[in-house]
């Protein structure tokens, strides 16, 4: 069987299987394969860690690229997986796969955009590795911690922690870094600051470690950050959690920029399924999020709500009620043909 | 500038002087970049984080390969690392970036591997990413711990713990893992166990983290994993420590099973420069070395000594104390054309 035909998830969900199968006891694992970031019990606290990799011609174009930002979004991006656990960022090893005749001055480039992240975020370069391959390939790995609860256990926003009749909600504005990389690609435009706007959205996105802290400290113990789209990240809460989830079009905030760029229809569906706000996607009552909302500086919108539904769907609702219709739902790095970013 | 111009350890030394000049004081980062691992201050001992990546092409051939031994092999060289800084694993993240046609049975292998060493050195796989790349890329990011002493700092071996007139030694057999890839490069060959044993030193490397607490409970301060070779890694060492070393000739624990694959001068060769043995070489008194020598169930060996050198040389010299001219002394990934394995 090819890797294509069970897609990333599948294949995920596959090795982690044959992992727990594998692995003697961990007990002092909490949260293994499955969520934004591992996290295992430490002497005092508990330890956080993920890593996200970029291939060039995958992730990003391989050519005429700003290495700054590349630097910067490949810590971000792993910034926003532990603050989507509620955590506190600490360090990082960075691995480069790069040519041999990759320019040295792109790569302290990219240094310098992670180290604008690093600075930005509280988080230190630890080490890492360079090797030689024929495609160049980034890979970041984050560690950070969590603190516990007078039981013990990690206070942590899970993907598994969603009830039936808690709202969704999700802080910024949706589908501007896909409207961005169209741009990027040529496949749109726009004029003057909304063109910048919405590339900035594609290169810089912002680790919403601030609104992490704020739902947990509101009593919110669900979260994701939107990496693949709003109705496929919300989609592995409802896997994680059994339930069903409804999305209001009308209440889904679509980047403003975007309406420069593209058709509104089109904006919609970038806004739901584009992929790579990473602003944080959160479940909560309606006490938890409003406060949420007075605790960040972030617009906090309420898009839907959890329901019962054995199938796991997760439902886009028109104002009517209706269901719509979306060509597709979200990225997958191998079911499906389109690329990522 | 190109990459290969500036070679894998210039560039990385560039990049620790970019990440310096970037960084906020970082108070409690106590290894940063330049050592086997990273090692930073947690509530209460000292966190070790490092991270390998392997390239289908370059660190190994893309096709036909064993991929339980891969999958082994991908987290018994990370354990090596910190074996080396004398520390404890504990958990790790693995990235899979891998072609859509890549077969899910060969993953699966893989994975089993990674389970197989996890057991054997008490590492629990916690997380990762899998993405879309069009050459086989996996990067195996481990995390674990040291202990604090009296006064607040981690017991560690690091490269710059030398002293002027300390010994060298090293664990095990030395060149069996070279030995072994020419064997499956088919550049040489042997018969019966001889093949058996180089190949599975090649595919099967063993962490020495028995070896690397007995050395830091013997008073051993300063210590390096042979993954580039003995002359290259013994040159971090005496980079790291501002100083010179001798190598001698004849108190090198060549791998009995070359003798079988290769030529007499050739086996020497690939002992010194070789690469990918994994053995633990470290740098004390006589003493020390002895008292681990005592603790540890494989081959210690004394195979040369730390001396002054401004120009912190590694010099090979033979019985009547000249210099032994080799053709290459170790692997870069850039600056040389030659692949590592």
Not at 50 to 65: I, N, Q, W
Not at 162 to 171: H, K, M, P
Not at 254 to 262: F, G, I, K, T, Y
Request: glycine content about 12%; aromatic content about 6%.
């Amino acid at each position: 069987m090819k890797v294509s035909d069970l897609g990333e998830f599948g294949l995920i969900a596959r090795l982690a299987e044959e992992l727990s199968a594998q692995t003697a006891a961990a007990g002092d694992l909490f949260v293994g394969i499955g969520d934004d970031a591992a996290v295992w019990r430490g002497a005092e606290g508990a330890h956080i860690a993920t890593t996200d990799t970029m291939v060039a011609g995958v992730h990003f174009p391989g050519e005429g690229l700003p290495w700054r930002d590349l630097g910067w979004k490949s810590l971000a991006t792993n910034v926003s997986d532990i603050a989507a656990m509620g955590g506190t960022p600490e360090y990082a090893l960075v691995t480069l796969a790069l040519p041999g005749d990759f320019s040295v001055e792109d790569v302290i480039e990219l240094y310098a955009g992670l180290g604008e992240a690093g600075r930005a975020y509280g988080v230190t370069v630890a080490g890492g590795d360079v090797v030689s391959s024929p495609v160049f390939v980034i890979t970041v790995s984050l560690s950070g911690r969590a603190d516990l609860d007078e039981s013990g256990q990690p206070r942590l926003l899970r993907r598994d922690a969603a009830s039936a009749g808690d709202l969704v909600a999700v802080t910024g504005y949706l589908g501007g870094s896909a409207g961005g990389l169209r741009i990027l690609m040529n496949a749109a435009d726009a004029p003057g600051e909304a063109r910048e706007r919405l590339i900035e959205a594609h290169l810089r996105p912002q680790a919403r470690l601030d609104a992490g802290r704020a739902a947990l400290a509101a009593g919110v113990r669900c979260a994701i950050d939107l990496s693949d789209g709003l109705m496929q990240d919300l989609g592995h809460i409802c896997q994680a959690s059994g339930l069903g989830a409804t999305v209001w079009r009308d209440k889904v905030p679509v980047n403003p920029w975007l309406s420069h760029a593209v058709a509104p229809d089109q904006a919609l569906r970038l806004a739901v399924a584009g992929g790579e706000d990473y602003e944080l996607l959160f479940i909560g009552t309606e006490e938890q999020v409003l406060e949420v909302r007075r605790q960040v500086a972030l617009p906090v919108t309420i898009v839907g709500e959890m329901v019962v539904d054995p199938q796991q769907r997760v439902q886009l609702l028109d104002e009517d009620g209706r269901e719509v219709e979306l060509l597709a739902a979200g990225w997958d790095h191998f079911a499906r043909g389109e690329r990522r970013s």
